[in-house]
């Protein structure tokens, strides 16, 4: 049985997009969705498990940024999921707030997590730490020694160390 693929393809200017690949012997049909927030992964997902052409099959996420956030956090929500693949994906938000708002810029992090919270607010404490610690899914992780956003030593480093 072919898996089915949810990709998330930057850089664009919304959080990602899902690309749906189902392979049968007999055609091949792609779905591109843009991804705002993972509570459009969380719609997306139960919307596609519930077709009868897409029943048992396995289930992949691939994403990148906060496409990785959300791939990394989606299997608490869809145990389900077989496989992750998170590039440059942080563990948390208040992890990315801390990193990318310390010393001067410190004070702005409570108004941005309020933001994101108010935007998502059943995924804003998600954690990849704790989420990847509890599934079952085959896990690669991603990261750049030389990422400017989503520092290695933030984020990939913690969870290596974490799920080693």
Excluded: C
């Excluded at 801390?98 to 410190?106: E, R, S, V």
């Amino acid at each position: 049985m072919e898996p089915v693929l949810f990709e998330t393809v930057p850089p664009t200017n919304v959080t990602a997009f899902l690309s749906l690949k189902v392979a049968s012997p007999k055609s091949q049909s792609t779905k591109v969705i843009p991804v705002f927030s993972s509570l459009n992964w969380k719609s997306y997902l139960s919307s596609l498990k519930a077709e009868p052409a897409l029943q048992d099959r396995t289930i992949a996420v691939v994403g990148h940024s906060w496409g990785g956030f959300s791939t990394m956090n989606i299997t608490a929500l869809h145990p389900d999921i077989t496989h992750v693949v998170a590039m440059s994906g942080f563990i948390s938000v208040r992890q990315i707030l801390d990193q990318t708002f310390a010393g001067p810029l410190k004070f702005a992090k409570k108004s941005l997590y309020e933001l994101e919270k108010r935007s998502n607010p059943d995924f804003v404490e998600f954690d990849a730490v704790k989420t990847l610690s509890q599934t079952g899914a085959k896990v690669l992780l991603i990261a750049s020694d030389n990422d400017a956003v989503v520092k290695k030593e933030f984020h990939y480093d913690v969870l290596h160390t974490a799920l080693d």
